[in-house]
């Protein structure tokens, strides 16, 4: 993984904490990171190349007036501010990849300086085995303090640790053998098409990241959130907001920003399209 920084441009070294997203489905950790971006005002000081990311290619994501910046597949972007560095991924893994791409990826942050990364991801509400909905829409965490990935900090916040992370389970097992460099026979693993409902977790990228993080020796927060396909704007300002207070931020104190603190990214008014043309009903 090569990082390239931007002309002029010069990493904060206060800058410790990295936060980005790790695909799943509904994209949510992709559109909270946009959102912390562009309410943070985040600088964009560099982008990584990774031989395991799809090439993409786009529009500034945050501007209204064309300037001839390009978006692209990996992008960092920090807060002085905030003393925040934020990495934002707008395309996927190559297919069978994402333990390379993640031990990449924890690399380049133990080697640029970072202490405590956060990743923000979503579960597919479909796999939600015990529903409670009657706090309204809930924060799952794992963290790399302790074994059982609990930490009392999001404790006290009122989230609840993903009961489905056990390190002594097969998946989870391989995934920190492979993290830390060893080889592991993949006889007792299971296909693609014979994954049990424990193996769904260890399966998606976050189990990956959070797994080849850690055995770097770094303090990873996985903050998590269950969801479905579609329209999941408010999912993402669920998970921003839920970064924000893992990591003592106030949306109202972001320079520049109104009382309400949040600024919508430009790139989201067409995100699913313009609105039906009424006249048709």
């Known amino acids: 993984m090569e990082f390239v920084i931007e002309q002029g441009k010069q990493p904060h070294q206060e800058c410790s904490t990295l936060l980005l997203p790790a695909l799943s489905i509904g994209n949510v950790g992709q559109l909270a990171v946009d959102l912390l971006v562009s309410s943070m005002k985040a600088e964009r000081i560099g982008y990584l190349d990774d031989p395991f990311v799809l090439p993409c290619v786009g529009n500034d994501a945050y501007g209204p007036i064309p300037c001839g910046d ?21 395309s996927p893994v190559v297919k069978g990849r994402m333990v390379e ?27 939600w085995q015990k529903i409670d909905m009657s706090s ?23 989230w609840k640790r993903l009961q489905e992370y056990n390190p002594a389970q097969r998946c989870w097992k391989y995934l920190s053998t492979l ?44 903050l998590l959130c269950y969801c479905s396909e579609g329209d999941n704007i408010q ?9 924000c207070r893992l990591l003592g931020l106030n949306p109202s104190t972001f320079p520049g920003n109104g009382s309400g603190g949040w600024v919508i990214p430009f790139s989201w008014q067409t995100v699913y399209g313009p609105p039906p043309d009424m006249s048709i009903f």
């Open 101 to 127: 791409f993640a031990k990449n990826l924890a690399n380049f942050a133990a080697a640029s300086g970072k202490k405590h990364v956060v990743l923000l991801s979503s579960l597919d509400f479909g796999k």
């Open 136 to 158: 309204g829409p809930q924060i799952y965490y794992l963290s790399s303090i302790n074994p059982d990935g609990r930490d009392d900090n999001c404790e006290q916040l009122g």
């Open 235 to 243: 999912d993402a300002f669920h998970l921003a907001e839920a970064a």
């Open 179 to 222: 993290a830390e460099g060893n080889t592991m026979l993949e006889s007792n693993l299971p296909f693609e098409d014979e994954l049990e409902d424990e193996d769904y977790c260890p399966s998606l990228p976050f189990a990956a990241l959070f797994s080849c993080l850690k055995a770097k020796g770094l303090k990873v927060t996985c």
């Open 70 to 90: 390009l978006a692209l597949p990996l992008e960092a972007y920090e807060s002085a501010f905030s003393r925040v560095a934020l990495l934002q991924q707008r």
